[in-house]
């Protein structure tokens, strides 16, 4: 994770694979290539998660909202989705147990028949989570508890923020990530596997053969802004979520727009309004969506909208009346009088929602059966030679990555003439543990306590983040007494965490840090900016900026949180 170091690597060596997008889909293949042995290079426009990846509802789910679907439209590809989803929530449960969690989610209801219905589904949902099978045939064991129906007593002890409108509510489970995290996790593995990998790294053109193959990537760092260079790959996978039309058509123009972009909008209240380390899941709204609030960093988060957002070379933001829309949505399952007020953060995302056509590349009908989702396709034009994964969810990201090696794999064969290639290398990451999971323990947290005398708040935040890499914080921290010092008095990060976060994870901005390393700018925009200054100087140590540099970094980004204040009481556009 030497980004100096890389950037060399990147100039001067000739890869494999070349990975286009550092966000979930991408960080997945890098860590599956680099597995399989392929010479793989990852480059990410802004941060890796900074965008998509980065702001999700923070489920690992099934998807409860397919499986109705399934029935109530008679499709069961819909099932085949929820079953392949549901045994990849216990892998990533598995594979990073620090930065997930089993999470219990209550649905309230107003009628006995509504909470008889909604019990039946969740039940099926058991069911298919424990009846399905592994890929390697065997059955997966799913640790979390099965789902149950409360009765009005039970469901207000379990929450106690409930509207005592309520006639029951139904309890089940999923799990929770940190999303960032988990994609840090994932390109922090992939990079001790091999791979070489480097952000704020921007693809502004291709250079083609004769034959109009991609053989180059003419790259542009977006932090130095020094003259473009070439990246050389045998192969370049797009994994750029909702831009991906954009790649696609830089390699070819012909290629007609797969994506329709959706914007998704999620706001942060206080937790004290439900009160409880369960969530919620409100079934159906006015326009028939599913709305969660989720326990996050100590506070409450609401979410999801769904509308459609073409302004792709502007940043999603949290607007007034999707602030309106999700506390209106959210004020009949609580008690407590919602207002604007309470909202102390929010963000949004762009959906990579993909228009089906015939245009997946598959050379046998073996490999078109491999991949039973339908949430997400790999495309390969014939003529860049470019492979596209587009689609897709945080759940399925494995399944995906599955997909698009393989048919690298197959682009390989092709481009060598082979008649009939080998089967690529197995795909090994259902069991391939990431950073952060060895040596981590659900109590590591006392140890740390007891080593280092860190208060128990912080101890908790070390472990939950870093995993059994909390120890090399400590280290850090207790080299110096100003950094083991609180960022701010109130919250649990350490100012150690800033120098690791430029040493060990790339950080190279303040938003890099307050957005995916810590989350603090998805949780509370005022603390943010209370909390930049310090951010600033010492990252501004770090990475040896100036003292004006220093000085308009800081500006800049705090003028960048006042705009989202000011966006989230503004009436949208469209």
Known sequence: MNRNENLNRLVQEEFDLCIIGGGASGAGCALDAALRGLKVALIEKTDFAAETSGRST???????????????????????????????????????????????????????????????????????????????????????????????????????????RIHSAVLYYDGQMDDARYCLALIQTAAATGAVVANHLEVIGFRKNDNGTLVAAILQNRVDNGPPFELKARQFLNCTGPYADHVRQMANPGLSLRIRPSKGVHLVLPREILNSDHAMLIPKTRDGRMVFAIPFEGNLLLGTTDEPYSSLDKEPLLEADEVN????????????????EQVRAGFAGIRPLLQTTDTSFNRSSKKQTKSLLRDHEVERDPISGLISLLGGKWTTYRLMARDAIDAVYEAFAFSENQLSPNDPPICTTSEYKLTGSKNFEPDIWKKLRAQFGFDEDVCKHLASKY?????????????????????????PFLKAEIVYAVRAEMALTIRDFMARRIRLECTDWKAAMQAAPVVAKYMGSSLGWSESEQKNLLLEYVALLDSFIKCSKRPSST
Not at 59 to 87: I, N, P, S, T
Not at 125 to 154: E, V
Not at 332 to 339: C, D, Y
Not at 470 to 488: C, F, G, K, P
């Open 467 to 491: 995993g059994g890499l909390a120890v090399d914080i400590s280290n850090v921290a207790v080299t110096q007494s100003s950094l083991s010092e609180r960022i701010l008095p109130d919250f």
């Open 325 to 340: 829309f999700l506390l209106e949505t959210f004020q009949p399952f609580v008690s407590q009088t919602l207002v604007k």
């Open 58 to 164: 923070k489920l690992v789910h099934g998807g409860v909202r397919y499986l109705e679907q399934a029935f109530l439209k008679l499709d069961f590809a819909q099932l085949r989705q929820v079953r392949h989803g549901l045994e990849e929530r216990r892998i990533l449960l598995q594979n990073a147990p620090h930065l997930t969690r089993p999470l219990g989610l209550v649905t309230p209801v107003f009628s006995w028949w509504e909470g008889f219905y909604i019990s039946v589904g969740l039940k099926l949902y058991d069911w298919f989570s424990i009846s399905r099978r592994r890929s390697d045939g065997r059955h997966g064991k799913d640790s979390l508890p099965p789902s149950r129906w409360l009765n009005k007593r039970q469901a207000l002890e379990l929450m106690p923020g409930l509207s005592n």
